[in-house]
């Protein structure tokens, strides 16, 4: 009796649905998301119950983080023709006797996370190829009173940007007296709104006395 | 039939013997492109964030440069003021009234951010107002009152306005306290709905009352 041959195929599974699945995922997450930035400290935003979501544009944030160093990030305005980054850039270039060449003032436009460099060694944190090199020099914004560059970029964004608003993004940890000088740079430049940068927590209330 | 593989039946007409798998519909191996696509998805979904960052507003007085204003600060009922600090390690310290006379300062109450802390006594100060705005959110949710959605803020504002009994809370941060503190009150003040809050300065008499009270030797409070 002849024996009965079996096929001896490899059983063969259709991916096509499961590369369909995988392109929807793909595209809905390419459409949802936003790049996350990053930050060139970590930085632990406090909690709070606010909704309001941060604006697009118009927006300048002054990051700091736990050690005390201080940040500073604007965005291009609602349109990136308006080119604000570099211009504000050459403003406080000026103020400090610093001439930007447009290759550097095109390398800050490109540059979108937080700066915290002081501005005599913005030359050489914008030529750095290497990001360790560029993190080294990261030190913070000076923002003391004999030194205060802080207030020299606030009086640039605004002076570009008259539309800009405030945002401060700070770490929960950091002390109280470095939020305060902050804030009395910001006052004294006339900004007495605020947006602080928190993260979401739901908080129910519990009214206790019977009603 | 997509199926080209060897089960295709083979020479059963004449002598002609046709080797499987020559014609019909190439099939393509997708699993390259699964991989790849699983590949695309985990970095998108690590590198992309969702919720963008909330931020809470806030609005404070600008800044008396001149001697001449210096005079009309605004004056508050000391019955209804709250004072509260910010203390080291996440403690709240707070007294009502102001301190008449430093020599014998009014005793400073501790507690923290719990629901049952601060949180419980601003409310039971507030409760009216509290109250209030809930019952006017109870409404609008219900139907009883209907408003456009942009003016809700604004009749709440127009609410918090309006009373006169809530307390007057003064915000005051010793110097070891951070700035999650003092997120957190504000986030309290929002919460429980004070309709008046400000964001004072402390004084040395309230440092020493703080240090009094928990038994911190000023010298390593730094």
Redo the contacts between chains.
């Keep these: 009796m002849p024996k009965i041959k079996l096929?001896?195929?490899q059983p063969?599974i259709?991916?096509?649905p499961?590369?369909d699945l995988?392109?929807i995922?793909?595209i809905f997450?390419?459409l949802?998301?936003?790049?996350?930035a990053q930050e060139p400290a970590p930085v632990d935003?406090?909690?709070?119950?606010?909704?309001?979501?941060?604006?697009d544009f118009n927006n300048m944030t002054i990051v700091?983080s736990s050690d005390n160093r201080v940040f500073f990030n604007i965005d291009n305005g609602p349109d990136t023709l308006l080119k604000f980054r570099p211009k504000i850039l050459e403003c406080v270039g000026q103020r400090f006797n610093i001439e930007f060449t447009p290759e550097e003032l095109r390398k800050f436009e490109k540059y979108n996370t937080s700066i915290g460099v002081p501005i005599e060694k913005m030359k050489e944190f914008l030529n750095a190829e290497d990001p360790s090199l560029r993190e080294a020099l990261q030190t913070g914004i000076p923002y003391d009173s004999l030194n205060n560059q802080l207030e020299v970029w606030v009086l640039c964004a605004r002076q570009i940007n008259p539309a800009v608003m405030a945002?401060l993004?700070?770490?929960?940890?950091?002390?109280?007296?470095?939020?305060?000088r902050i804030?009395d740079i910001l006052?004294?430049k006339?900004v007495?709104?605020?947006?602080?940068?928190?993260?979401?927590r739901a908080?129910k209330?519990?009214?206790?006395?019977n009603? | 039939m997509a199926d080209i593989?060897?089960?295709q039946e083979t020479g059963k007409k004449g002598g002609k013997k046709r080797r499987p798998g020559r014609r019909g519909v190439v099939?393509v191996?997708?699993?390259p492109?699964?991989d790849l696509?699983?590949l695309?998805?985990t970095f998108?979904?690590l590198?992309?964030?969702?919720?963008?960052?909330?931020?809470?507003?806030?609005?404070?007085?600008?800044?008396i440069k001149k001697e001449k204003e210096k005079e009309e600060a605004p004056k508050i009922a000391k019955s209804r003021t709250l004072n509260v600090i910010?203390g080291p390690e996440n403690k709240v310290l707070w007294y009502t009234g102001a301190v008449d006379d430093p020599k014998n300062p009014p005793p400073l109450q501790v507690t923290d951010f719990s629901?049952t802390g601060i949180?419980?006594l601003l409310?039971?100060r507030n409760?009216a107002l509290?109250?209030k705005i809930?019952q006017f959110n109870n409404d609008v949710i219900s139907g009883k009152i209907k408003m456009p959605l942009d003016s809700i803020e604004a009749a709440v504002t127009r609410l918090k306005k309006e009373d006169d009994t809530g307390p007057i809370v003064l915000i005051k941060?010793?110097?070891?306290?951070?700035?999650?503190?003092?997120?957190?009150i504000?986030?309290e003040m929002?919460?429980?709905g004070i309709a008046r809050y400000a964001i004072v300065?402390i004084n040395w008499i309230e440092e020493q009352m703080v240090e009094k009270t928990l038994g911190i030797t000023p010298g390593s409070a730094q």
């Design positions: 096929p001896t195929k063969f259709d991916m096509t499961m590369v995988f392109s995922l793909l997450f390419l949802t998301g936003t790049f996350r935003t406090p909690f709070s119950i606010s909704e309001k979501p941060t604006p700091f945002s993004k700070g770490d929960a940890r950091t002390e109280f007296p470095t939020v305060r804030l006052q004294d006339n007495n709104r605020f947006n602080l940068v928190t993260s979401l908080v209330v519990e009214d206790t006395e009603k | 593989g060897g089960a099939r191996d997708m699993t492109m699964v696509m699983c695309l998805i998108f979904m590198t992309t964030a969702f919720s963008k960052p909330k931020i809470m507003e806030i609005v404070l007085p600008e800044k910010l629901p949180r419980a409310l039971e409760r509290f109250r809930e941060a010793y110097k070891t306290s951070n700035y999650g503190n003092f997120v957190d504000l986030d929002s919460i429980v300065d």
